[in-house]
């Protein structure tokens, strides 16, 4: 049977990663080479060292690359920084009571899609969220049904231009083009929710090192997205901060010892913090572990009432449903989870990777759900009404570039 290939590239804040499957036709994905390394040249999603970042990147899809034996030559990127923005327009057109054609919802789509504002943005998605017939209730496929009036709802999202640029730039370095891109949660969602859960409502909060962001999924498709540059490497930095000691030792602390639910032993458990500059043989500073939960719990809230916060004023809220799916490595904290059902008032549980082969138990974890996501994304087109980044770059303003590629996905 004929497959193809297929590239994902995961710029993380703390790790790079990079996924190289075969798609079989039946859609099924299988992993044969995949390579992760530490990031650098990143801050809160953003490239900020250019030289950094690129070298990064080529060292991961290098080691990829050996791993499956084959070279590749695009890839499809994750989005996590240059300040995502997600809204959503209404928009109607006259049919006059024929049946509703191809050429009719491209050109409302076109409409739909040329109400982002861009400056210096771009535009990463456009999700058709659904059609309404003569104002009534939204349904997804409207071809052929005979009306006045068809309407249409469009999930838009943009990103600064200059950090998207940027990110391409250091893609391009490494003699890749970028096929797509993919804001980084909604990619996670697509790997990590149940189709069930994507069409009752449900809101994937991905946790990574240098951000947390979530996205929220109704009745199939993406309806919001939004991206906070706050993640684990501050929680890192707070104990680091907290019991004076360097970030390495308190990103070891955090990853043996931390937690999120206080226990009434933690008072007594001591944990060894050694001092910055001491000798090794130097008495450690031993404190108890209830002082590390006092540190991690604070951000940690703060951060679950940030992202409740941006939810409620969304105008997604009622969207979201009940039920909430963590990711990003730094889901991994014991008591994250009890934490988000206590701030949020959902129903948590936690993601990994779904639906995709040849993954390892290690990076078939959380942390590697976006990079597992960006595989689904360009595998299932996932209906949407987008453009291309080489295309977005050309025409900016024409903005329907693959409207006729995704007629062909309806
Ligand atoms: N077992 C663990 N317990 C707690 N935190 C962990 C654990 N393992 C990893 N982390 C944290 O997860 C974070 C990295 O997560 P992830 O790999 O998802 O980030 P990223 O994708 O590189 O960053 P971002 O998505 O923000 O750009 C780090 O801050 C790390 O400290
Ligand atoms: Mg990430």
């Not at 206080?262 to 008072?267: G, K, Y």
């Not at 936690?350 to 597992?372: N, V, W, Y």
Request: hydrophobic residues 40%.
């Amino acid at each position: 049977m004929a497959t193809r290939k297929l590239t994902a590239l995961d710029v993380g804040s703390t790790k790079i990663c990079c996924f190289i499957a075969e798609v079989s036709e039946a859609g099924r994905i299988r992993v044969t080479g995949m390579s992760h390394q530490q990031s650098a040249g990143l801050k809160g999603g953003v490239v900020v060292d250019m030289e950094s970042a690129y070298r990064a990147i080529l060292s991961a899809v290098h080691s990829a690359e050996q791993m499956a034996g084959t070279t590749i030559e695009d890839v499809v990127v994750s989005v996590n920084g240059g300040r995502p923005l997600s809204t959503t327009v209404t928009r109607e057109m006259v049919i006059g009571g024929g049946a509703i054609r191809d050429g009719d919802l491209s050109r409302l789509i076109q409409d739909a899609r040329g109400a982002a504002e861009l400056d210096d943005r771009m535009l990463l998605h456009a999700i058709p969220i659904g059609y309404s017939v003569d104002g009534g209730p939204l349904l997804r496929e409207p071809r052929s049904m005979h009306a006045q009036t068809l309407g249409m709802r469009m999930h838009l999202v943009t990103a600064n231009e200059g950090a998207v640029q940027n990110l391409v730039n250091c893609v391009a370095r490494c003699h890749l083009q970028v096929s797509d891109f993919a804001l980084a949660p909604y990619a996670a969602g697509l790997s990590a929710l149940v189709e069930d859960e994507k069409d009752l409502g449900a809101t994937v909060i991905d946790m990574g090192g240098g951000t947390t962001s979530f996205c929220v999924f109704y009745e199939g498709a993406a309806v919001y997205g939004d991206c906070l540059p706050v993640g684990g490497q501050h929680v890192t930095a707070d104990i680091a901060r907290g019991l004076s000691i360097t970030l390495h030792q308190a990103e070891r602390l955090k990853t043996l010892y931390g937690s999120c639910l206080p226990a009434p032993s933690d008072d007594r458990e001591l944990i060894d913090a050694p001092r910055i500059g001491e000798e090794d043989d130097a008495s450690p500073n031993r404190v108890p572990k209830s002082f590390l939960v006092s540190i991690i719990m604070p951000r940690l809230e703060e951060t679950f009432e940030l992202v409740k916060k941006r939810l409620d004023a969304s105008g997604a809220a009622g969207m979201a449903g009940q039920r909430v799916v963590l990711t990003g490595g730094a889901s991994q904290l014991p008591g994250v989870r009890e934490l988000a059902n206590r701030i949020l008032g959902k129903q948590v549980r936690h993601g990994r990777p779904l639906k995709i082969s040849g993954l390892a138990e290690a990076t078939g974890g959380p942390a590697f759900a976006t990079a597992a996501g960006l595989l689904h994304f360009a595998v299932d087109d996932c209906g949407e009404a987008r453009v291309t980044a080489t295309q977005n770059h050309a025409n900016r303003s024409g903005l329907f570039s693959k409207v006729g590629e995704w007629f062909r996905g309806f």
